[in-house]
């Protein structure tokens, strides 16, 4: 089992930054892919970002947020600048292992609100 916990979120008007942080624990961690997902209100959860070495971005997301891991603390963090309205969100952090298909581990989430 691996289990995941995000901190981070908040509140951010039009324009600014935030960063979110997911520890994991349970596993080894480096050979876990990891992820973020969105899911706001009346929508099903995306994909946002995700990385096994390197980061791969939904297009919306592309260019203002960065995902990252440190493999020695454990952690995955997503940068995010530059955020609009349309980023408010519950953000969940998401783990799965290499040669799985689905997402198996997942954090509670955490609101991040945008305002205009």
């Known amino acids: 089992q691996v289990q995941l916990v995000e901190s981070g979120g908040g509140l951010v008007q039009t324009g600014g930054s935030l960063r979110l942080t997911c520890a994991a624990s349970?596993?080894?961690?480096?050979?876990?892919?990891m992820g973020w997902f969105r899911q706001a209100p009346g929508k099903e959860r995306s994909i946002v970002a995700s990385?096994?070495?390197?980061?791969d971005y939904s297009y919306s997301v592309k260019g203002r947020f960065t995902i990252s891991r440190d493999n020695a603390k454990n952690t995955v963090d997503l940068q995010m600048n530059s955020l609009k309205p349309e980023d408010t969100a519950v953000y969940y952090c998401?783990?799965?292992?290499?040669?799985?298909?689905?997402?198996?581990?997942w954090g509670q989430g955490a609101q991040v609100t945008v305002s205009s």
């Open positions: 990385i096994r070495v390197t980061g």
């Open positions: 349970g596993r080894t961690f480096s050979t876990l892919d």
């Open positions: 998401a783990a799965k292992d290499r040669i799985a298909r689905t997402w198996d581990y």
